[in-house]
């Protein structure tokens, strides 16, 4: 025995979460798009609600938070009895872990799936089984072939991140009505606000009619509030017993709570950004194709690029050109993917700086 405290066997196997790196502050304008913020900021009224609890930060928050669960229910038409709160939605995923994974058990994303999934695998000691995609797309048949008696838990970003690709309802409701009633389904729309897709839904009705479905959404993006650490799930009360008994009693604290409600309301800058970001990545995606990359169709607020394999042309120098510039994109070969960048829809002045940046990487000798 070595002498001294021994961490849970499975930690070992964690490979910790690399977030998208922040720009060095430079001589000219800079620009993230490294992470999928919201490149408009934050809502004005939400950030009001922040400013206005300065005096107040010694008041535990509403454990319960029933102000901003009464509001996300008034806006999506739900039961708030069945909303699940946590600081951002990973910690969603984390309650949900926690409650449903342990050593023995098994749980299934898919190849390029969000890294947070196989993370909370990983820590709570399950087997973590990550199935092929199709053209960087999940597939139903292949995960529903990956099912055994362990899996508790299937997980699908859906749009996914980093792909930007999705899958339409009806196939998600096909990949549900294969799954053993004893096999959660969790559907991350962290993106849901942003797709324009007639045959998309972020199965807000899978969650209310079934015992084995949660759905997640996230003020992260849209809302402009990652800083904050706010995210909600929508699930049968069965699930939410369970989440509730492994959730901290304060973890959605003061700020997020109020600037959560004050988000809701803020319809102007919600139209605003999804405007914006209807249009730039629609440019994004049409100006990067110009230059000769690969890109595939994102409903997201990011796309990724696809770089060729020549020394000096490749991902992580495109990578390494665009930092010197002062604009950070995400390597992607954390995800499987080392001939991509994401690149997140940044302000017109920052897509403008990617496009012309790379048709200058591109053009080099
Ligand atoms: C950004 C993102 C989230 C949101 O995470 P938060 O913890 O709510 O900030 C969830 N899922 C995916 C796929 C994401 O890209």
């Known amino acids: 025995m070595v002498d001294r405290p021994q961490p849970l066997p499975q930690l070992s196997g964690v490979r910790p979460y690399v977030p998208g790196e922040a720009p060095k502050p430079g001589a000219g304008r800079t620009f993230k798009q490294a992470s999928n913020e919201n490149p408009l900021g934050a809502s004005p009224q939400a950030q009001q609600a922040f400013s206005a609890l300065a005096g107040r930060l010694e ?4 454990g319960g938070a029933a102000a901003l669960k009464a ?11 069945r909303l699940i709160l946590g600081a951002g939605s990973d910690e969603i995923f984390l309650m949900l872990g926690r409650a449903y994974l342990a050593p023995g058990t098994e749980m299934i994303c898919t190849r390029h799936a969000f890294a947070i999934f196989a993370i909370i695998g990983q820590q709570q000691g399950a087997t973590v089984i990550e199935v092929e995609e199709r053209d960087f797309r999940a597939d139903v048949d292949l995960i529903l072939a990956s099912l055994t008696p362990r899996t508790r838990i299937v997980w699908l ?13 009806d196939e998600i409701k096909r990949l549900h009505a294969g799954l053993p009633g004893n096999v959660l389904l969790v559907l991350d729309g962290a993106y849901a606000e942003f797709v324009r897709r007639n045959d998309y839904a972020a199965g807000l009705e899978l969650a209310a009619e079934h015992e084995n479905v949660v759905m997640t959404r996230t003020f992260s993006k849209l809302y402009g509030l990652a800083g904050l650490r706010l995210g909600w799930g929508y699930a049968a009360p069965s699930i939410i017993d369970a989440l509730e ?5 304060f973890n959605v604290n003061l700020a997020a709570q109020a600037a959560g409600v004050a988000a809701l309301e803020d319809e102007a800058f919600t139209r605003m950004s999804l405007e914006h970001n209807d249009r730039e990545l629609a440019r994004l995606t049409e100006g990067l194709r110009a230059l000769g990359l690969e ?5 997201g607020n990011f796309v ?6 020549e020394p000096g042309r490749t991902a992580q120098d495109a ?13 992607l070969a954390g995800y499987r993917m080392p001939e991509h960048l994401r690149i997140s829809v940044g302000v017109v002045e920052g897509n403008d700086a990617v496009l012309e940046g790379l048709a200058e990487f591109l053009a080099q000798k």
């Open 319 to 331: 990578l390494a050109f665009m930092k010197n510039r002062g604009v950070t994109l995400r390597g």
């Open 295 to 299: 890109v595939p169709d994102s409903v």
């Open 304 to 309: 990724v690029a696809r770089f060729p394999q």
């Open 245 to 249: 008994r492994v959730r901290m009693p």
């Open 71 to 81: 509001a996300i229910a008034a806006r999506h038409g739900l039961d708030p009895a």
């Open 59 to 62: 008041i535990y928050p509403d």
């Open 157 to 169: 970003a859906n749009p996914n991140n980093p792909t930007g690709t999705y899958l339409p309802f």
